[in-house]
């Protein structure tokens, strides 16, 4: 392969992409700035969790709460979720067809689904120990932190559900497209985010 | 909350005693009848404000004008002009009740005329308005008029979320407007601190009013931030290397670097002072683990970077204002494009100098007043490559220039102030007293507003085709300057007599004297600002003789200066080439400006877009649901937004085409009108002969 030029950071078009590869350029760039201020977001609610996690005042800690079987669950899933995405995009790139991206959407979907769905698990039976973000600044920080990646991903869940539409719609023009590949970008920053929450939240908690 | 409790009470906590004058009937006391009377007053304001531009705009059927001329259009020199409007409405606002205050301390002396609550709102929302709806709104619409024009570019990279921007920021700045007449604003400053601010100490709408304006205001600014990083990084002209980039733009870029990492923190801290309130969670409470700490360093690891993101654009305006009036090349440009960075990086490393007195270690005191300190370094630098930049040119005083060198003398001064504050030491003996207060007045006046206000006069003449009044604009800038020293000198020694910040009224016979000279101070910015609205609508009505249509009224170097004033929406019929600093002075001087094009060929410009206002609307309603705890429209405005975003991301056929036999059109109208000027020396102007097209060197005259 002859040396190409890339034009933002991550997986490239290239240029079978024609006019979709160059409009790429400054979107795709935009989204990379904007994912920078997001991970700034994540930052100050990391630090406020790990400054209030002995705030316990009294109430339950991690020792009580966190379920690690559960957390390395999700982990898994949101792992096997961006591998999915990858597949995707991959598809995307080298026009494997309408139904093989399609296919990897909605398991990266159906994956995604049940991490929420493990989540809230996690939550209820939190909530079930006096586990309540009322109950203390430890307990605060915890459900800004984790909750905050949740409501992330299910965002991106039902971004996923629109581009599959935009796909079905108007199949896959420029706007799709790039659609896509921002998802990507945004899927697995939450992938890296959760691989932070994994280790300062719960392997940390329970060490 | 119940389903039927949403039902129960579809108003949330509004009621008959939101209103501004409930109490004073209810309870008519004379101090209550005096506070009242000024709160329904400028309830009064507003209320009949908007009914008067509402029977304008359809007296003179204006409203579709108004919906696809302006609101809809994604160009961001209309997007930049409507910041600038928003700017200067809460100016107005925030500047009576600057007067207002010193009116209340100069009668201070054992009471005065206002209540303590009604004088805490008056400094909560003079800061407030200020910060986010004042000084943001302006700066961010002189960039958006002027950085792309700068860089050669069509327009910003994102013109849709540009104008979402604007709806998000014309959102939160129409709360603040509507606290006025429903309910009370917060009291608990401008920084807001819990746990004062918290549900237990501050139990009615004021920090909620408060919360929502700075969250829609702060993500207005992120997304703004993103826009123009990306915009001068990929949508520069050819040739247009960084190191080519007018100053202006180069601090543009700081100010969206810095934009793009300090709005989160604040961001979050207000997020989770909202939690604290709504939800009972325990982030900055005095009980159950909470820590008001977290919040001084969230708060202020925004509030010390967001210090440079209002200074920053107002030396790019200074740099370029500096240039311009002496006819000469900047002097020391590369030191000074380094000092904007060395500012913008420093200023990440200094937010604790904000709370010396909080309680950490003298060790840790020390490093940040080090580092605060340190900031004066590229500041002074800065300071000497401007006066460099005027020596031995041939200075203009025209209006923009007699603010700039009103702000280099007092700028300075507040500079110093600055120094001392940044020792420790002495900040514990001067910490909470009006010194501080007259220290950031200091910088933020002079430095920001004064730049912010020669950069209105400087581009007006691009941005609507016709010079402003020199006349008035000169009173109005000896008002600003002398009032400014009047209102805010004897501050100093006020604080260093002792008086705490945010006083209300006081015991010391002593202080009477320096406020009485405040508040006139303040009367004369009043009357500053009073010329300056004066100086517009004579300017209007001179219009006519007074148009630069050929676009180049100052003899600019940038190439904002070198298409018609206004520009064509597409900014540049043909795309600039480049070929080094000072772009339209190196063509003026090669003969190549003011060419005409073999060809032209279409350009594509994005649609005019209901998502701006749209969004402003949602933004809006939702948080006014949020203050006044109204749930169904919470939820609704909620999905609304939510359903926005769908059904934009299946919008398709967003761009529009403008042929390139209408782009022939208008670009020889104007090259015709420039051919058909006559090219002015610089002493000429200020008169009516000046066309916009300036004489050169390359005319054989020394310019």
Not at chain 1, 99 to 107: A, D, E, Q, T
Not at chain 2, 118 to 129: D, E
Not at chain 2, 468 to 473: S, T
Not at chain 2, 658 to 674: G, S
Request: with cysteine; proline share 5%; glycine share 10%.
């Amino acid at each position: 392969m002859s040396q190409q030029v890339l034009k933002h950071p991550g997986l490239n078009l290239g240029p079978a992409h024609g006019k979709d590869d160059r409009a790429a350029e400054n979107m795709m760039f935009g989204f990379w700035v904007f994912l920078m201020s997001d991970a700034i977001l994540f930052g100050m609610v990391f630090a406020t969790y790990v400054t209030s996690v002995h705030a316990t005042a009294g109430g339950p800690g991690p020792h009580a709460l966190y379920d690690l079987k559960s957390a390395f669950i999700e982990t898994l899933l949101l792992l096997a979720s961006s591998f999915t995405f990858g597949m995707a995009s991959l598809a995307l790139k080298y026009k494997h067809g309408k139904p093989r991206l399609i296919g990897w959407m909605v398991l990266t979907l159906v994956l995604g689904m049940v991490f929420l769905g493990f989540e809230l698990h996690d939550f209820s039976s939190m909530f079930a120990k006096g586990g309540v973000p009322s109950r203390s600044g430890f307990l605060s920080a915890f459900f800004d932190l984790v909750p905050l990646h949740g409501l992330h991903v299910a965002a991106g869940c039902i971004w996923l559900i629109c581009l599959v539409g935009q796909i079905l719609r108007y199949g896959l023009d420029t706007a799709t497209k790039l659609g896509i590949m921002r998802l990507a970008l945004f899927w697995h920053f939450l992938d890296i985010i959760w691989i932070a929450i994994f280790s300062v939240v719960y392997l940390t908690g329970l060490t | 909350m119940s389903i039927a409790g949403i039902f129960e009470h579809p108003l949330g906590r509004l009621g008959l005693d939101s209103l501004p004058f409930w109490n004073m009937l209810q309870h008519p006391t004379k101090g209550n009848i005096i506070n009242g009377i000024i709160a329904t007053g400028a309830a009064s304001v507003v209320v009949f404000g908007a009914l008067g531009l509402i029977v304008v705009l359809t007296r003179y059927k204006l409203w579709r004008v108004l919906w696809s001329e302006w609101a809809t259009s994604p160009d961001h020199k209309k997007i930049g002009i409507m910041y600038v409007v928003i700017a200067f409405v809460m100016l107005a606002r925030a500047l009576i009740e600057a007067a207002l205050m010193r009116a209340q301390q100069a009668y201070g002396l054992g009471g005065g005329f206002l209540s303590p609550d009604h004088f805490a709102q008056l400094f909560s929302t003079h800061g407030t308005i200020m910060i986010f709806f004042m000084a943001m709104p302006f700066l961010t619409g002189v960039i958006n008029y002027v950085m792309p024009l700068q860089i050669g570019a069509r327009d910003v990279s994102f013109p849709v979320l540009n104008s979402i921007s604007l709806g998000l920021t014309a959102a939160g700045a129409a709360l603040v407007m509507v606290s006025l007449v429903l309910g009370k604003f917060s009291t608990g400053g401008w920084f807001g601190y819990p746990p004062y601010t918290e549900a237990t100490f501050s139990p009615g709408v004021g920090p909620d009013y408060w919360i929502w304006a700075l969250t829609l205001g702060s993500l207005g600014s992120t997304f703004t931030g993103i826009n123009f990083a990306v915009t001068i990084y990929k949508e520069r002209a050819p040739g247009m290397k960084l190191m080519r980039m007018p100053l202006f733009t180069w601090t543009a870029l700081c100010t969206s670097i810095l934009m793009i990492f300090a709005m989160p923190p604040l961001t979050v801290a207000t997020a989770q002072l909202a939690l604290d309130r709504y939800l009972g969670f325990h982030y900055f409470t005095n009980a159950l683990g909470g820590n008001m700490m977290h919040f001084a360093n969230l708060f202020w690891l925004f509030g010390h970077p967001e210090v440079y993101i209002l200074i920053l654009p107002a030396f790019g305006v200074y740099s370029e204002l500096f240039s311009t009036f002496s006819g000469k090349v900047l002097y020391g440009y590369r030191s000074l494009v380094m000092a904007t960075m060395a500012i913008a990086i420093l200023s990440f490393t200094v937010w604790l100098h904000h709370f010396f007195t909080m309680g950490q270690s003298a060790n840790i005191n020390a490093v940040f007043g080090i580092a605060s300190m340190l900031i004066g370094i590229p500041t002074g630098v800065k300071i000497y490559d401007w006066m460099l930049t005027m020596f031995r040119g041939r200075v203009r005083f025209t209006v923009p220039m007699v603010y700039s060198i009103g702000f280099i003398l007092l700028f300075v001064l507040g500079g110093m102030s600055g120094i001392l504050l940044a020792n420790p030491t002495v900040d514990y003996q001067v910490h909470n007293t009006v010194f501080l207060v007259a220290h950031f007045h200091n910088m933020a006046v002079p430095g920001l507003l004064f730049g912010m206000i020669a950069a209105y006069h400087f581009w007006f003449p691009k941005a609507f085709g016709f010079r402003l009044n020199e006349r008035w604009g000169m009173i109005s800038a000896l008002c600003w300057i002398f009032g400014f020293m009047l209102a805010f000198f004897p501050l100093y020694a006020l604080g260093l007599m002792g008086l705490p910040r945010r006083t209300v009224a006081y015991t010391e016979p002593s202080y009477v004297p320096l406020e009485w000279v405040a508040f006139l101070g303040a009367l004369l910015i009043l009357t500053a600002l009073a010329s300056l609205l004066w100086q517009l609508w004579v300017s209007i009505k001179q219009r006519d003789e007074n148009r630069v249509f050929a676009g180049d009224p100052w003899d600019g170097r940038s190439l904002e200066w070198s298409n018609s004033a206004p520009p064509p929406e597409y900014n540049f019929a043909v795309i600039p080439e480049v070929k080094g600093r000072d772009a339209f002075t190196m063509s003026k001087e090669g003969g190549t400006a003011y060419q005409r094009p073999d060809t032209y060929q279409d350009i594509e410009l994005p649609k005019n877009s209901a998502m701006g206002p749209v969004i402003a609307a949602i933004g809006f309603t939702l948080a006014f649901g949020l203050v006044w705890h109204i749930w169904w429209m919470v939820i609704l405005s909620f999905l609304a937004a939510v359903a926005t975003l769908i059904i934009r991301g299946f919008a398709r056929d967003t761009t529009r085409i403008v042929t390139a036999q209408e782009v022939r059109q208008e670009h020889h109208r104007w090259i015709d009108a420039v051919a058909a000027a006559t090219a002015i020396a610089r002493v000429d102007e200020n008169k009516p002969a000046n066309d916009g097209l300036a004489q050169h060197a390359s005319d054989g005259v020394v310019p």
